[in-house]
């Protein structure tokens, strides 16, 4: 099975603080996403990489930035954290293998912004 | 930019009972398609994926998928309790965008024992 960690799992910001969200995927997978999940809205991409090195922007990237400086890490960086900042993120993994593609998913971070 | 729609949003079953979950889209130049099911709590996993006009079955789900009316499904055989969950689907232009994934809101599916 294919691994993806986070790191916090839980994180209380303050407004105006920064705030690093880490992911770590040991499937050696080209690709990696971070989401946000919020009721109502889905699943919903921030940023992703094709590899190390590499950052694009998703749909909604604004008061976000990404950094992947290795295969395995993808960091999700807040620079001036806001409360409406506040959701459950998801980093994920993934690459086309075999004829097919599958996504696999971190626990997940839930961050409050107060 | 690609649109996502789920219906319904929330659904009822008995234990036993066929479920089908709708998902419509508005690129046509979508390549893959995928549910994802997703329990209270957990992280999202890929549950299955289909690339060509047609149906695959796994199981007992089944996925159906017509490019022409934008619209792909998942049929649940023999529900479950333990199927109750959020029902995520997905679609992507492929390859050529790193499979970036458009997510619907979701259908959460109770399954009443």
């Known amino acids: 099975e294919a691994a993806v960690t986070q790191s916090p799992r839980n994180k209380v910001a303050v407004t105006g603080g920064k705030v690093t969200l880490s992911c770590n995927q040991t499937n050696n997978h080209n690709n990696m996403y971070w989401y946000r999940q919020d009721t109502g809205h889905g699943l919903r991409l921030i940023h992703y990489s094709y590899g190390a090195g590499s950052t694009e922007k998703g749909d909604i990237p604004d008061g976000y930035k990404a950094s992947r400086p290795s295969q395995e890490n993808f960091s999700l960086i807040l620079e001036l954290a806001t409360p409406s900042q506040t959701s459950v993120y998801f980093c994920a993994s993934g690459d086309a293998r075999w004829g097919g593609y599958e996504q696999y998913f971190g626990p997940g971070t839930r961050l409050t912004v107060l | 930019q690609q649109k996502v729609q789920q219906s319904p949003e929330s659904l009822i079953v008995p234990e036993g009972a066929m479920t089908s979950l709708n998902c419509t889209f508005s690129?046509?130049?979508?390549?893959?398609f995928a549910w994802y099911r997703q329990h209270s709590g957990k992280a999202p996993k890929a549950l299955m994926s289909i690339f060509s006009n047609g149906e695959k079955e796994e199981g007992r789900f089944t996925i159906h998928l017509n490019k022409a009316s934008l619209h792909f499904s998942l049929h649940i055989r023999d529900s479950q309790p333990s199927d109750s969950a959020l029902y995520l689907c997905a679609v992507s232009r492929g390859s050529n965008m790193g499979y970036k994934l458009t997510f619907g809101t979701g259908t959460s599916l109770l399954v009443d024992p």
């Open positions: 690129d046509s130049a979508s390549q893959y």
